[in-house]
């Protein structure tokens, strides 16, 4: 079974440039997480799909960011204009289930993005 | 508000050696926790979870952590430690209270001397 893939795997751009980022969860999972790692710090909580509602986007940083799940499948991100401290690994993950007394949250392997 | 605390940023082991990786959380009530790993170029992997029951959970790889509610800690341990253990481990907890959402430690580098 193929895991969670994320395209592209790294990304540099300028900043006020537009970035678009891409990822395939598990085939079936009907959530979908976005998380970000800022450079030393923790990984944080973007926001989270169930099919292609967005469930909670508390994690989104401001309106440069926006997220899109159509028909349900992947999951874009899009950030414009990119600024320098939107670098960063962007990690998605999904799964089964919306709660975790069940279930967990498969991740993918991560796209670094370094903005100049 | 809610933290997750990994004080060790690196750490450095012989190989053979046993391991533990301290973690503490601040929330009211027992949250859920996990263990990640995310070797080099790999997404993070889960190593195990605790939800309720036996405070000692085993995981995959060998490891395991215990659970202990008096120190708001979720240490990962491993007996003796393989070249291959070398990554960046990741504790994280969920609590419905907060939302349908993992909140993370910082990580911590795992090293491991031949």
């Known amino acids: 079974e193929a895991g969670v893939t994320q395209f592209p795997s790294h990304s540099v751009i300028e900043k006020g440039q537009t970035v678009t980022l891409r990822c395939d969860p598990i085939?079936?999972?009907?959530?979908l997480y976005w998380y970000r790692r800022v450079m030393g710090k923790e990984i944080k909580f973007l926001l989270h799909?169930?099919?292609?509602?967005?469930?909670?986007e508390s994690g989104m940083p401001n309106n440069r960011f926006l997220a899109e799940r159509t028909g349900g499948t992947y999951s874009t991100l899009k950030v414009q204009p990119a600024e320098l401290e939107d670098s960063g690994v962007y990690f998605c993950a999904s799964s089964l289930l919306p709660g975790l007394n069940t279930d967990t949250q498969y991740f993918g392997p991560g796209t670094r993005l370094t903005v100049l | 508000a809610q933290s997750v605390t990994q004080p060790d940023i690196h750490i450095t082991v012989s190989e053979g050696a046993s391991l533990e990786l301290r973690c503490n959380y601040s929330?009211?009530?027992?949250?859920?926790l996990f263990w990640y790993v995310q070797s080099p170029g790999q997404g993070l992997q889960l190593l195990l979870k605790y939800f309720s029951g036996d405070t000692l959970v085993q995981g995959i790889k060998g490891f395991e952590a215990e659970f202990k509610r008096s120190q708001s800690s979720f240490n990962l341990r491993k007996p003796s430690v393989h070249w291959s253990d070398a990554a960046e481990y990741f504790c994280a907890v969920y609590a419905m209270e907060y939302g349908n959402k993992l909140v993370f430690g910082a990580g911590t580098i795992l090293r491991v001397k031949s």
């Open positions: 799909f169930v099919k292609e509602s967005k469930q909670d």
């Open positions: 085939s079936g999972h009907d959530n």
């Open positions: 929330y009211g009530a027992t949250p859920y």
